[in-house]
């Protein structure tokens, strides 16, 4: 049973997680940064940070791009999965149509895949639930 507050379900997280996946990491923030330059450049500063301490205690520079891209695609994940699930919650409303406007991509992400004219999962895309 859902909480009625509930905003995301688990159909938002793996639509989500498959369009930031096929973005790849930094595509996916500097899209996300044409939409909130202020939250980007935070995540920009605190992932600098996150990177800069893992090289400092050692960490292989491989693996500190490897944790840097996670905490991306977990970051683009919930944060486009919240914003579905806000346009879902708002579209029938003049808010809804402004949304809409601000980011096209919205009413595709909040019907689901099918609706989005996007193919399906490619192997990896899916997180289990």
Not at 82 to 99: C, I, N, P, Q, S
């Amino acid at each position: 049973m859902q909480p009625d507050s509930m905003l995301v379900r688990g159909k938002d997280i793996r639509l989500v997680k498959t369009l930031v996946r096929r973005q790849g990491p930094a595509n996916a923030q500097a899209s996300f940064a044409q939409l909130e330059p202020a939250l980007a450049k935070y995540i920009d500063n605190r992932l600098s940070t996150i990177a800069g301490r893992l090289a400092l205690a050692g960490a292989p520079t491989e693996l500190v791009n490897h944790i840097s891209n996670d905490v991306l695609d977990l970051i683009h994940t919930a944060l486009g999965a919240l914003r579905a699930g806000h346009y879902r919650l708002w579209k029938k409303t003049v808010f809804g149509k402004r949304l809409a406007k601000l980011d096209p991509s919205l009413p595709a992400q909040a019907c689901g895949l099918a609706d989005s004219g996007l193919s399906p999962p490619l192997p990896g895309d899916e997180i289990p639930f």
